[in-house]
C-alpha cells in the first residue's frame, strides 16, 4: 500500500520513465545474516514483478551492482553539514530502536538516498510522509551544490502515496515497521497469520466504525487497509460496517486480506529464478549506462575529470 500499488500506478501512467531499485546498501545499516541477503534481493524483485511492475516499461536494478550510488554519496558527502545529518528524525528514531548499533552508515543514510535520487536526474520521487525530510534535504544539497558548480542536479518534488503510512497493529501512534513482524502485515503472510494478526489488531473505545484519525485512530488505521485492499471507498466503508461490530469489521476484513494476498502469493510463485536474474541484468545495465554518464558529469564540474 505504501509503495508496490504506487509504482505500478506510475509505471501505468505512460507520464514518468520509471526507475525501481533494490536498496541494499541501505539495509547493511541494520543487523542481518549475509547468507540471507541474496534471498532478501531476489524476493523483493519478485514483488516486484508479482505486483505488476513490468521490465519492459520500467528499469528495475540492485542498487549495490551500480557503482555510481557509493561514489557519488562520498562527493556529497562534503558539501553536508554534520549538524544537518544529526537532526533527521529517522535516525533519532533508530538510534533508540538500536543504542548497540549506531553506524555511520545510519547516520549518512539521507546523502546516500540523495545520490540514489540525483544520479537519474528524478523529477519525483514517489515516497511516504515519513521521508518527507529526507528528501527536503536532498533538495537542499542539490541547490547548495548548483549554486556552487553550475546546474548539474534536478531538484526533486514528492509525489506522496495515497496512504501517507500506515501504523502498528498494537500501537496506532507508531508507523508499521517490519522489524516488528507481529504488528505488521507481510505480502507472504498466510491465512491463519492474517487471521491471528488482525483478530489481535487494538481498538478505540467506544463502537463506531467510522474514519476519525484524531479520536479513532486505531480503527482508522484498520479502515485504511480496508479501503486499500477491497478498492471501495471510505464512505461505503462506513455505511457497510454502520451498526455492525469490532468483531464482525475485522473478520470482513481478514477475509478482504487473505483474499487479495493470495493472488498476489499465486502471481509470486510463477516466477523463477532465471526470469529474476535476467530483470536484474538488462535493469543493472540501463542504470549502470545512465547513472555513469551524470556520474562523469559532477566530477568534471567539481575538477576531478582530468
Known amino acids: 500500500m505504501g509503495a508496490l500499488e504506487n509504482f505500478v500506478e506510475l509505471q501505468n501512467s505512460d507520464k514518468y520513465e520509471c526507475y525501481f531499485f533494490v536498496a541494499d546498501l541501505h539495509s547493511l545499516n ?16 519478485a514483488n516486484y514483478l ?30 553536508t553539514p554534520f549538524g544537518e545529518l544529526a537532526r533527521m528524525t529517522q535516525f533519532k ?8 548499533n549506531i553506524n555511520v552508515g545510519l547516520f549518512d543514510y539521507p546523502v546516500l538516498m540523495a545520490a540514489d535520487i540525483v544520479l537519474y536526474d528524478a523529477e519525483f520521487v514517489p515516497i511516504g510522509d515519513d ?17 556552487k558548480f553550475g ?62 484519525p484524531k479520536n479513532k485512530p486505531a480503527v482508522s488505521n484498520l479502515l485504511l487497509i480496508y479501503e486499500g485492499f477491497s478498492g471501495l471507498p471510505m464512505t461505503q466503508i462506513e455505511s457497510k460496517f454502520k451498526n455492525k461490530t469490532y468483531s464482525e469489521f475485522k473478520k470482513s476484513l481478514a477475509e478482504v486480506l487473505i483474499k487479495k494476498l493470495k493472488e498476489f502469493q ?19 545495465e540501463k542504470a549502470f549506462e545512465k547513472s555513469q554518464k551524470k556520474l562523469e558529469e559532477v566530477k568534471r564540474k567539481i575538477g576531478l575529470l582530468i
Do not use: W
Open 131 to 147: 521521508q518527507l525530510q529526507h528528501l527536503e534535504f536532498t533538495r537542499t544539497l542539490v541547490r547548495k551544490f548548483n549554486k
Open 151 to 212: 546546474k548539474t542536479f534536478i531538484e526533486p518534488k514528492p509525489l506522496l502515496t495515497k496512504v501517507p503510512r500506515l501504523m502498528k497493529l498494537d500501537n496506532p501512534d507508531k508507523k508499521m515497521s517490519k522489524s516488528e513482524p507481529d504488528s505488521c502485515l507481510f505480502l507472504d503472510d498466510l491465512e491463519e497469520e492474517i487471521k491471528k494478526k488482525i483478530k489481535t489488531a487494538v481498538t478505540d473505545s467506544g463502537k463506531e466504525i467510522v474514519f476519525d
Open 266 to 284: 499465486d502471481e509470486k510463485a510463477k516466477i523463477l529464478k532465471p526470469k529474476i536474474l535476467a530483470v536484474i541484468k538488462e535493469g543493472n
Open 30 to 45: 541494520e543487523d542481518y545474516e549475509p547468507k540471507e541477503k541474496s534471498d532478501q534481493i531476489f524476493d523483493l524483485v
Open 50 to 79: 508479482a505486483a505488476g511492475l513490468d521490465p519492459i516499461k520500467s528499469t528495475i536494478f540492485v542498487q549495490s551492482q551500480i557503482p555510481a550510488h557509493s561514489e557519488l554519496a562520498l562527493v556529497l558527502n562534503n558539501f
Open 93 to 100: 528514531d533508530k538510534s533508540q530502536k538500536q543504542p548497540k
